[in-house]
């Protein structure tokens, strides 16, 4: 799977806008994603692993529900060729 | 009366074109505006991000100028800004009135809304409301409950339906860092350049002379709204329609992000419009 970050995201993983993760699952692709990227995990992910409510996950351009990606709730599958693309809602300002 | 904030601005050459005063220079001099009210009616930005976990971000932009004024035509440029509240402290709207107090030459009101960051390096953050402690620092005719005009929005109707459509056309761009802000996210005073290298590009390839009108005399004014950011790397495309009617040629922008793997959608729209001074 591609996982394609937010440009917003990208300093924290190391300005890499498209990373291909061997995974089965959304939660599986952003543990690994951030594993690659510790400082990226900070950011993306809240202390409970819950992907933060300031970022959105769309799996080939279909949204996936908030309920169903915090690491280890129940398995979103994906697969060669899927695109999860991380938007970010708005920041700075 | 509302608290006004006052800023005088040395003149230089940069900021205009052949024409008038730059779109983008009036919107980065708002910038500075906003900045110096948020610091005078609430309290200094960098406090509002790290003590309040606030920010604000620009969704509106109605610009009018109301009369010729080049480079030439002053040494410095008043401005006189101030802040409003909206909708108990769901939007803060910025007037910002350039020239001299007796006779300006534009006006700029900038609809902001306000942000609740998350507290991470990144700056993200989700729409929101300003705190009550915030909105407390408001004086009491700062704050207004009126509606919220769309002005892009029935500008863009009424030359769909009572307009001439006489030219369209795309231009592709992608954000750079030099585009965005501190959070690697767009300038919203970035646009109107995009928006004047998409009608320029209409004018230097134009089959109707109506549209080389989009060069070839002052805007007199510009709607904008911002609907969803884009960031740093992404890419974007900017369709355009250009309308004529009895007194105005003016262009219909609309801009999306095409990045790889983003869902559709609008990030900005707008409304350029020039006068013709009457002919058609």
Request: contains cysteine.
């Amino acid at each position: 799977m591609k996982i394609v970050l937010s440009g917003a995201l990208v300093r924290f993983a190391d300005y890499t806008k498209e990373v291909e993760v061997e995974a089965t699952t959304v939660t599986e692709g952003l543990e690994f994603l951030t594993a690659r990227y510790p400082d990226l995990k900070t950011v993306l992910l809240d202390g409970d692993g819950r992907v933060r409510r300031t970022h959105q996950l769309f799996l080939n351009g279909e949204q996936v529900e908030r309920g169903a990606y915090p690491l280890g709730a129940a398995p979103v599958s994906c697969a060669n060729p899927d695109t999860l693309f991380v938007l970010t809602a708005v920041a700075g300002g | 009366m509302p608290r006004r904030t006052r800023i005088a601005l040395t003149s230089d050459t940069c900021l205009f074109s052949p024409v008038q005063m730059h779109p983008a220079s009036i919107l980065r001099v708002g910038m500075a505006a906003l900045a110096s009210c948020i610091g005078t009616q609430l309290t200094e930005w960098r406090a509002l991000k790290l003590e309040h976990r606030t920010t604000v971000v620009i969704i509106g932009v109605t610009l009018t100028y109301l009369r010729d004024f080049g480079f030439f035509s002053a040494s410095h440029i008043n401005v006189d800004a101030g802040l409003t509240t909206r909708r108990g402290g769901r939007f803060l709207e910025l007037e910002c009135v350039l020239g001299p107090a007796d006779d300006p030459f534009a006006v700029l009101t900038v609809l902001n809304r306000p942000v609740t960051l998350s507290g991470t390096e990144a700056l993200d953050g989700t729409p929101g409301s300003l705190d009550s402690v915030l909105l407390a620092r408001f004086d009491a005719d700062e704050h207004d409950e009126s509606p919220v005009a769309r002005p892009v929005i029935d500008a863009t109707k009424a030359l769909e339906t009572g307009g001439e459509l006489i030219d369209k056309g795309t231009m592709s761009f992608t954000v750079s860092r030099a585009d965005c802000e501190i959070a690697d996210q767009w300038q919203n005073v970035r646009l109107p350049d995009w928006l004047s290298m998409g009608r320029e590009r209409m004018v230097f390839a134009a089959a109707d002379p109506r549209v080389k009108t989009g060069l070839r005399v002052p805007m007199t004014r510009l709607y904008a709204e911002y609907r969803r950011p884009m960031y740093l790397g992404d890419e974007g495309i900017l369709a355009t329609r250009a309308y004529a009617t009895a007194g105005t040629v003016s262009f219909v922008h609309e801009l999306r992000t095409v990045t790889s793997g983003a869902p559709e959608g609008v990030c900005a729209v707008a409304v350029e419009e020039f006068a013709t001074g009457g002919q058609p």
